[in-house]
């Protein structure tokens, strides 16, 4: 999978916890889950688990903390597939 | 700036299930959270205990924010190392409820992350919601706070409402002073009044707002 792929697989998890949807259909790599997107600080281990579910890998706590930006968001993913 | 951190959790919104799922909770809770749940905390429901510590420790890294702006939130990292329960349950929240420090009869914490070590003051209102304020002073006594029930869940009905009801609040304190809340560009928000700039946090989850700061000195 490449980075676009990931993005668009991506924004159907981010879909059900963003309340910004205008917000959602224009994102790209330096858009923030919470400023941008608004997404409640209380969803963000369920996106973490729904990012598992989806691609199939392990995200420790580690690598959950950089997951502020839809582009170290990738940039996690990424590494854990090719890991 | 000050430091102080708050963080409203509406339990009518999270998902049980999967918050009694180890691969979701062992990403907020440290092990030795997980051990003090059941040495002294089993009598409540664990989705309960979760969420207290979540809003505890998103409480000090709101506070934490303030001081490094660039600083990323580790839950896991966060721990809690010293929880105190309330002796008594409190079973109903009115639509409004704003104070001065807190009743004695809280959940009192203590959070370390890294060298550092904060303290908070927890309130679990029935199944309505849990509202948590961290400070780096083991004093809550000047620290101001409130809570709402509002109508709108929407992002934009949220930042209104919490910024009226904490300008509300201060324009008494201050009497009359011309308030505004901005926002840093790392994302806390402050007050400034005339010359100074007062630290304050804002929350809300659902239907829920609160905000918090530390009572500025007249």
């Given amino acids: ?83 | 700036m000050q430091c102080i951190g708050n963080d409203i959790i509406a339990l009518n919104a999270i998902d049980i299930p999967r918050t009694n799922t180890p691969r979701f909770y062992t990403k907020i809770l440290a092990e030795s959270e997980q051990q003090l749940y059941h040495s002294q905390f089993s009598a409540m429901p664990f989705h309960y205990f979760v969420w207290l510590l979540w809003s505890i420790k998103e409480s000090a890294y709101k506070c934490l924010q303030k001081q490094q702006p660039d600083l990323l939130f580790s839950p896991v990292g966060t721990v809690i190392t010293g929880l105190s329960a309330p002796s008594l349950p409190i079973l109903n929240f009115p639509e409004l409820l704003e104070g001065r420090g807190f009743d004695n009869d809280t959940f009192k914490s203590v959070i370390t992350f890294q060298s550092q070590k904060l303290y908070a003051r927890s309130v679990i209102y029935g199944d309505k919601l849990i509202y948590t304020v961290a400070s780096v002073n083991p004093d809550f006594a000047d620290v101001s706070w409130g809570i709402k029930y509002i109508e709108q869940a929407d992002p934009e009905s949220q930042s209104t409402a919490v910024r009226s009801l904490l300008l509300n609040r201060l324009q008494v304190e201050l009497s009359g002073s011309e308030l505004e809340v901005q926002k840093h560009s790392s994302g806390y928000p402050f007050v400034t009044t005339g010359q100074q700039e007062l630290a304050v946090s804002l929350s809300h989850h659902e239907n829920w707002v609160g905000y918090a700061y530390n009572s500025p000195s007249l």
């Avoid at chain 1, 400023?35 to 706590?61: F, H, P, R």
């Fill in chain 1, 1 to 83: 999978m490449n980075r676009t792929e990931i993005l668009d697989e991506l924004k159907k998890i981010l879909a059900p916890y963003t309340l910004d949807k205008e917000q959602l259909d224009g994102i790209n790599e330096d858009t923030d889950l919470i400023k941008d997107l608004k997404i409640n600080s209380a969803n963000l281990v369920d996106i973490i688990i729904d990012a598992e579910e989806k691609y199939n890998v392990e995200i420790d706590y580690d690598d959950a903390e950089k997951m502020i930006k839809v582009g170290s968001c990738i940039d996690v993913i990424s590494e854990r597939m090719s890991a």
